[in-house]
């Protein structure tokens, strides 16, 4: 049976105590808030980019067509100006002067009709504009929202990582001081099980939760102090805390 000092055997429950909070930590940054505030956040200003173009592509269009109704206005404005002067000008013999009325009076109803879609354009233009704003608004604030989360973000894990420098650090002062083919040993059975060692109190196995069967629990008892014993169901390095009465009895 392999040996073991008691008091390396108890210092394994101390690491083993620090791999759990350093498994800790580690899951806390893992899982930490701020990892799906952001992933929503992403996603929601992903969206409204998305439409931001849309929107700019949009305004883009109906600007290029309130272009063509200003030209189409200026066009008949145009055209009317020149029929008037020439119809005020005199020149005009009565057959023309009467083709001419005629014309000023198609080019009125037309600038009436281009006027309209004119307006209409540009209430379209009016619209999109504001709504744009109003998106710039949202992504504005939505930046602002992320930029806040990454920072607690960064705030957090700069605290674990201390945390985690901290106990890695006192971790490895304690399996300095423990027997190296202990170590080796608990380093194992921790690999292969997620946890190297379990204390035995109150006749039963910290690691898995059982209560050792009467046999195995008196030969705990009655092994050397040095002895390393090991859990019968779960595998872990099961320690004895001999000042524990509840397992010297």
């Known amino acids: 049976m392999p040996t073991a000092s008691p008091l390396d055997q108890l210092t394994l ?30 996603a929601q200003i992903s969206a409204l980019d998305a439409r931001m173009l849309a929107s700019r592509t949009g305004l883009a269009d109906t600007r290029r067509e309130l272009k063509r109704a200003e030209q189409d206005v200026e066009q008949v404005l145009t055209r009317l100006t020149k029929d008037r002067e ?8 009565h057959k023309d002067a009467m083709s001419v009325t005629e014309e ?15 307006l209409e354009v540009m209430e379209r233009v009016e619209g999109t504009e504001a709504a744009l704003t109003q998106l710039d608004a949202m992504h504005a604030d939505l930046v602002q929202q992320r930029g806040d989360v990454q920072g607690e973000q960064v705030q957090a894990f700069a605290d674990l990582k201390a945390q985690a420098v901290e106990v890695a650090g006192e971790r490895k002062r304690l399996a300095a001081q423990v027997d190296p083919q202990l170590l080796k040993l608990y380093e ?10 379990a204390a ?3 006749g039963r196995c910290t690691g898995c939760g059982l209560e050792l069967n009467p046999g195995d629990l ?32």
Do not use: M, N, Y
């Open 188 to 197: 194992a059975t921790k690999q292969r099980l997620g946890s190297g060692a």
């Open 104 to 118: 000023i009076a198609s080019l009125t109803r037309r600038q009436d009709v281009v006027e309209q879609v004119q």
């Open 13 to 42: 429950l101390d690491i083993h105590e620090l791999d759990t909070r350093f498994a800790t930590l580690v899951h806390a940054k893992r899982s930490h808030e701020t990892h799906a505030q952001l992933q929503s956040l992403d």
């Open 86 to 93: 020439l119809l005020d000008s005199g020149k005009l013999g």
């Open 218 to 249: 008196d030969a705990a008892r009655t092994a050397p102090a040095d002895a390393i014993l090991r859990c019968e169901e779960c595998g872990r390095i099961l320690v004895r805390d001999f000042t524990d009465d509840s397992d010297a009895d």
């Open 200 to 202: 035995l109190r109150a």
